[in-house]
Each structure stands twice: as C-alpha cells, then as structure tokens.
C-alpha cells in the first residue's frame, strides 16, 4: 500500500499525491492513447476526466455495448488497441459484447472496468461481480491492478498484448480502492518511467520461415487455375500495396472477403467477386491470406471449393495455420509476408497473361454477372425493393471520389445486397457484421470511423432492426459531438421486413400479436435525429433519396435518412435462410 504517513511525508513540502484515477489516465496518455470509448459512473469517472484532462479524447456512449463496439472497430481501422472504459458489475457485462467481437474479428481492443473494493468482494459489495473470470472467454489477456504502484505496468501489458501477435481483447481491471489510493507524485513519475518511457517495448513479431516463402512461390507458379483471396486481417496488416503487386505482376485473379473489399479495387479488372463461385469452385491452389477458412468461405470445402484445391494460408496466428492444415503455412504478418513473396518471384513471375483462359473464364463470367445485375438495379422500382435504394447509394458514393467514405453495413438482405452492390476502392472503407454476424455494431462502428478517419465522411447502410439495437447512440455520435455520419436505414417494418409466417404459425393465444419479426410499420427513425438537433429525412421515391443523399453528404454533418422499402421485398434471412 503507497497511503501517505502524514507524520512522514515523502518529499515534504513539494510533493503533491495523484491518486488511482490520475496515475491510470496518466499512464494511458503515456502510451500514446488518443481516444476512449465508453460509459462513466462509479467507480471510473474520475478516471475518464482525469483521462480527457492528459489528452485522451472520450467518446461518452449511452450503453457499454455500443462503445464496446466502436473501441473494437477503432482497433480495426487504426491498428492501435481501440479503448472501452465501463463500470463495475453490470458496465463490464454490457461491454462484453465489444470484448466478444474483438476476439471473433481479431481486433485489438482493451476494455478497462472499474470494479468493487477489493476488501468487500464476496461480501455482495455495490455492482459486484468476479469481472476477471466473466471476461476470461472473451480475452487473451487480462489483469488486475491490486496496487496502484501496479497500475503502470498493467496499463503497458494490456495495450502490448491486445496488438501482439494475432490480435484480440484484453482486459484490465481497476479495483474502486486501488483508484483511491495514493502515492506521491515523484513516486508515479518514477513507476511511469520504469514501465513506459524506460522499457524496450518493441513487439517482437514472428521471424517468417524463407522455406514456406520458397514453397508457396513454387505451388503459385506450378498452378494452372490459381486464385489469391484475403481477407480483413490482410487489411490489419495493411498490405494493400504488396497485394497490388502480387496480383499485377502475376496476373492472377483475386477474390476479397466482404472487409478485404477496397484493398483492391472492387472495379480492377483480376476482380473475381461477381465470378466467386467459379473462382473458389475451380481454382487449384489458392493463396489465403489474413482471411480464415470459417463459414465465411465455406471451410474451405467441397461442394463450394474443388476437393483437389491447394491452399496456402498466410496468417500471424501459428494456430489458424495448425487448425486448417493448409498446403503450405506461412506463419507472420501478411504485409512482410507478401513482400517477401513478391521478392521471391521477382525473377520470375509466372505471369497469367489476360488471355490465359483460366483468367478469360473468370472475367467473362463477372462480366456476365455484373451486366445481369446491371440490368436489375437500372429499374426504378417503387416501393422500394433493396437494389433501387442500393444503386442510388452507390452511385452517391462513387461521386464522392478520394477519400472514399467508410460504409458501415449491417442487417440481412441490407447488408448483402449492399455487399455486392456498393462499391468498394479503398482499403479499410467496409465495415460490417462481420466474423460473428453481429447485428447492433453500426452506430458504434460509425463513431469509430469517424474518429479513426477524420478526413472521410462515414456513411451507414442499415437495416432498421440493426439499426435500433442502438438507435440511442445518434444523439451521441451524430449531434453531441458532431461527427460526419449519415446513416441510411431501409426500413421494411421488422426483421426480414413483413410477417411472413406460415399459416401453421399463426396460432395460439398470442395469433394476434404482431409477429416476432414485425416492428412498427411506417416508424420515423428520422424523427428520432431531430429530437437532439440533427437533420432527419423521410423519403420513398428515387428523386426524394436521391436529394437527401445530395443533401447530406456535402452537409457532412448528423443525419438519419429514413428510407421506405416493401415489407415484402428480399427474402427471409437473407442468403443465411438455410440455417433459419
Ligand atoms: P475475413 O472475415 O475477412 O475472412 P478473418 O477475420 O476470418 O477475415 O481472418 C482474419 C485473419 O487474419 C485471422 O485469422 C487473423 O489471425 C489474421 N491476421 C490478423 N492480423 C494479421 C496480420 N497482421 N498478418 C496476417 N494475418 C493477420
Ligand atoms: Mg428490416
């Protein structure tokens, strides 16, 4: 314990004492931490004050889960551990949901809670909860300040281990004593240098092995159908400019996952994304990088991929590359390990001419495909469908050049048909549900984008059942701090939109009840902007959206665009409907 004797005195006379509070917002600045995510209340007010008074801008939500959220995709876009600071007890249960999502997405996040008096757990102190075994399946790494001469060093770990390696959550736990515990001020200066400016805290990455380098290299050149598809961990690593060799200098065809989209251009002429089926169907060895081989991409299995394919798996965690038994593992980073693949074939780079007919087929197909689309989304359907809407965004979009906006995507058929309809030029620009298929992400993602990328505008395109999981959070992100977000919800009524129930599910006491799926019809999400001062529109027509949009994004300021679809309109689950 570091409590002041006040017959004794360190440092008589000058030494002031900075307690738990100041020393952990302290130490965060020290760090370099820019900004924090979350919701204050005993026992960590103080903390974030003392957090904003050191320079670290704090986002204050409404609900830990939404800026759990926000501090994950922070993590994301920016490559530094994104921060969520909750309350004891019920606070760290809310921000589990960022936690979790961190974990599934491989984001670098910490979340730190305030918690109980250390000398009162067990006793049913106030918002008590054992937050350390809570947080447990959802971190890599966690701790708990016991001591304040502890804080130092356990600010340093938890922002160390949550970028190390492959990325994740971590925890750290600050006890209510703890924070109210003091030292002298020569004391916290003397821990911060030992813990922060002192130490070496380079991050050690893994050495890449030149032998899985050389192999992947000789599979890439011996293939007749090869494909390269990466993923959201590629875009982490921020590869964009090695992948872009790669596929030039080989000519091979490339299939991004929906958050690898952007880090070539969706309009690039390798693009295999309107020919995916083919691609993955056909291909014999295919190089993955930064992207795992879960649902997303079908394990990597037949009937969707040939049983004969080759994989190469390009990953920075060694138990990705354990687990899939890829062809040939290249444990590290994806940027240093496509640079040193891009050296390896330097002097012979095998190249696919664009008449080879494996690179023809695909593009033929996408060619194909997209006229077919093309054809569909040209129709002005009124009401709305989901393609009339999605091609006006798009295109709204597109005109706005360099720097391409974020888009923020969440919801059923919102989010696939905006997958394969709005275009993606920049790396980093999507974000969407995600490795988890997490439906409440996009306010909290749309703060996130905004702080992370200053310069660009953030547009969401939302269901309006994902939208309401944090519909709060517009006074928040839109109005009280006057962030660049226009969010556009399609609004079909409900989830999946209309009741679409079999007659055999209408029935029992409750028949009457709207259906679980269904919300209130018509609901004016716009009128919920205008009740904190921001811009709210209501529109049904192409002409009414297209001005909103117009309106908006040169406004570059909060607004909710509420956007009238067919209850009727897309199908149930989307393409999930399987499983439903
Ligand atoms: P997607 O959803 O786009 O398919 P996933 O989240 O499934 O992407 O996969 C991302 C993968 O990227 C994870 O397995 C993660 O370990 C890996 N990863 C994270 N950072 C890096 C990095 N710097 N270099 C290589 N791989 C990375
Ligand atoms: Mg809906």
Same mark, same amino acid.
Request: charge should be negative.
């Given at each position: 314990?570091?409590? %002041?004797?006040?017959?004794?005195?360190?440092?008589?006379?000058?030494?002031?004492?900075?307690?738990?509070?100041?020393?952990?917002?302290?130490?965060?600045?020290?760090?370099?931490?820019?900004?924090?995510?979350?919701?204050?209340?005993?026992?960590?007010?103080?903390?974030?004050?003392?957090?904003?008074?050191?320079?670290?801008?704090?986002?204050?939500?409404?609900?830990?889960?939404?800026?759990?959220?926000?501090?994950?995709?922070?993590?994301?876009?920016?490559?530094?551990?994104?921060?969520?600071?909750?309350?004891?007890?019920?606070?760290?249960?809310?921000?589990?949901?960022?936690?979790?999502?961190?974990?599934?997405?491989?984001?670098?996040?910490?979340?730190?809670?305030?918690?109980?008096?250390?000398?009162?757990?067990?006793?049913?102190?106030?918002?008590?909860?054992? %937050?350390?075994?809570?947080?447990?399946?959802?971190?890599?790494?966690?701790?708990?300040?016991?001591?304040?001469?502890?804080?130092?060093?356990?600010?340093? %770990?938890?922002?160390?281990?949550?970028?190390?390696?492959?990325?994740?959550?971590?925890?750290?736990?600050?006890?209510?004593?703890?924070?109210? %515990?003091?030292?002298?001020?020569?004391?916290?200066?003397?821990?911060?240098?030992?813990?922060?400016?002192?130490?070496?805290?380079?991050?050690?990455?893994?050495?890449?092995?030149?032998?899985?380098?050389?192999?992947?290299?000789?599979?890439?050149?011996?293939?007749?159908?090869?494909?390269?598809?990466?993923?959201?961990?590629?875009?982490?690593?921020?590869?964009?400019?090695?992948?872009?060799?790669?596929?030039?200098?080989?000519?091979?065809?490339?299939?991004?996952?929906?958050?690898?989209?952007?880090?070539?251009?969706?309009?690039?002429?390798?693009?295999?994304?309107?020919?995916?089926?083919?691609?993955?169907?056909?291909?014999?060895?295919?190089?993955?990088?930064?992207?795992?081989?879960?649902?997303?991409?079908?394990?990597?299995?037949?009937?969707?991929?040939?049983?004969?394919?080759?994989?190469?798996?390009?990953?920075?965690?060694?138990?990705?590359?354990?687990?899939?038994?890829?062809?040939?593992?290249?444990?590290?980073?994806?940027?240093?390990?496509?640079?040193?693949?891009?050296?390896?074939?330097?002097?012979?780079?095998?190249?696919?001419?664009?008449?080879?007919?494996?690179?023809?087929?695909?593009?033929?197909?996408?060619?194909?495909?997209?006229?077919?689309?093309?054809?569909?989304?040209?129709?002005?359907?009124?009401?709305?469908?989901?393609?009339?809407?999605?091609?006006?965004?798009?295109?709204?979009?597109?005109?706005?050049?360099?720097?391409?906006?974020? #888009?923020?995507?969440?919801?059923?058929?919102?989010?696939?048909?905006?997958?394969?309809?709005?275009?993606?030029?920049?790396?980093?620009?999507?974000?969407?549900?995600?490795?988890?298929?997490?439906?409440?992400?996009?306010?909290?993602?749309?703060?996130?984008?905004?702080?992370?990328?200053?310069?660009?505008?953030?547009?969401?395109?939302?269901?309006?059942?994902?939208?309401?999981?944090?519909?709060?959070?517009?006074?928040?992100?839109?109005?009280?701090?006057?962030?660049?977000?226009?969010?556009?919800?399609?609004?079909?009524?409900?989830?999946?939109?209309?009741?679409?129930?079999?007659?055999?599910?209408?029935?029992?006491?409750?028949?009457?009840?709207?259906?679980?799926?269904?919300? #209130?019809?018509?609901?004016?999400?716009?009128?919920?902007?205008?009740?904190?001062?921001?811009?709210?529109?209501?529109?049904?027509?192409?002409?009414?959206?297209?001005?909103?949009?117009?309106?908006?994004?040169?406004?570059?300021?909060?607004?909710?665009?509420?956007?009238?679809?067919?209850?009727?309109?897309?199908?149930?689950?989307?393409?999930?409907?399987?499983?439903?």
């Amino acid at each position: 314990m570091a409590e %002041q004797n006040p017959l004794n005195p360190p440092n008589p006379g000058h030494d002031s004492l900075v307690d738990g509070n100041v020393l952990a917002a302290k130490s965060f600045a020290r760090c370099g931490v820019k900004h924090m995510f979350g919701v204050v209340g005993i026992p960590v007010t103080s903390f974030a004050n003392r957090a904003v008074s050191f320079g670290v801008r704090f986002f204050a939500f409404h609900n830990e889960q939404s800026a759990g959220y926000a501090a994950s995709a922070y993590g994301y876009l920016t490559g530094r551990p994104g921060l969520l600071l909750t309350v004891s007890g019920p606070g760290c249960v809310h921000g589990l949901a960022g936690l979790s999502n961190a974990m599934a997405n491989t984001w670098p996040m910490v979340m730190i809670s305030g918690s109980c008096d250390q000398s009162d757990a067990g006793r049913g102190d106030f918002q008590e909860l054992d %937050q350390l075994e809570a947080v447990k399946p959802f971190s890599k790494f966690s701790v708990r300040a016991k001591d304040i001469k502890d804080i130092p060093n356990c600010v340093v %770990q938890v922002l160390d281990w949550a970028v190390s390696g492959r990325p994740g959550g971590c925890y750290l736990d600050l006890p209510t004593d703890v924070l109210h %515990q003091t030292l002298t001020e020569s004391e916290a200066e003397e821990l911060l240098a030992s813990a922060i400016d002192g130490a070496d805290r380079k991050l050690i990455g893994t050495e890449i092995a030149r032998s899985e380098i050389e192999r992947a290299a000789e599979l890439l050149k011996k293939a007749e159908r090869p494909l390269i598809v990466f993923g959201k961990g590629a875009a982490y690593a921020r590869a964009e400019t090695e992948l872009k060799k790669l596929v030039e200098r080989t000519g091979i065809p490339f299939l991004p996952t929906p958050m690898g989209k952007g880090l070539l251009p969706d309009t690039h002429e390798l693009a295999a994304s309107a020919a995916r089926s083919l691609a993955i169907g056909k291909c014999d060895v295919a190089l993955v990088v930064g992207a795992r081989l879960n649902w997303l991409l079908h394990f990597g299995e037949p009937p969707k991929w040939s049983k004969d394919v080759k994989f190469i798996l390009v990953d920075v965690s060694k138990d990705e590359i354990e687990l899939r038994k890829p062809h040939v593992g290249v444990v590290g980073d994806a940027k240093r390990a496509l640079e040193l693949l891009n050296v390896q074939i330097k002097d012979d780079p095998f190249c696919f001419a664009r008449n080879h007919p494996w690179v023809e087929g695909i593009s033929k197909k996408a060619k194909d495909n997209v006229s077919r689309m093309e054809a569909q989304l040209a129709k002005d359907v009124v009401p709305f469908n989901f393609l009339t809407p999605m091609r006006i965004i798009r295109d709204a979009i597109s005109g706005m050049g360099s720097p391409a906006p974020i #888009v923020v995507s969440e919801g059923a058929n919102t989010m696939d048909v905006g997958r394969s309809v709005l275009v993606q030029s920049e790396p980093r620009t999507r974000l969407d549900a995600g490795t988890w298929g997490t439906m409440g992400v996009g306010l909290g993602y749309c703060i996130a984008a905004a702080v992370a990328e200053p310069d660009r505008l953030v547009v969401a395109v939302e269901g309006d059942s994902g939208f309401g999981f944090s519909a709060m959070e517009v006074e928040q992100t839109l109005v009280r701090y006057q962030l660049p977000v226009v969010v556009i919800v399609f609004n079909n009524g409900g989830v999946y939109g209309g009741d679409r129930r079999s007659p055999d599910e209408i029935k029992g006491p409750f028949k009457d009840d709207p259906a679980p799926t269904s919300f #209130v019809p018509g609901a004016a999400y716009h009128l919920l902007i205008e009740a904190f001062g921001g811009k709210g529109y209501l529109v049904g027509t192409p002409d009414e959206l297209r001005s909103a949009l117009t309106e908006s994004f040169s406004a570059r300021k909060p607004a909710v665009i509420n956007v009238t679809i067919d209850p009727f309109a897309g199908a149930e689950s989307g393409r999930m409907q399987h499983k439903n």
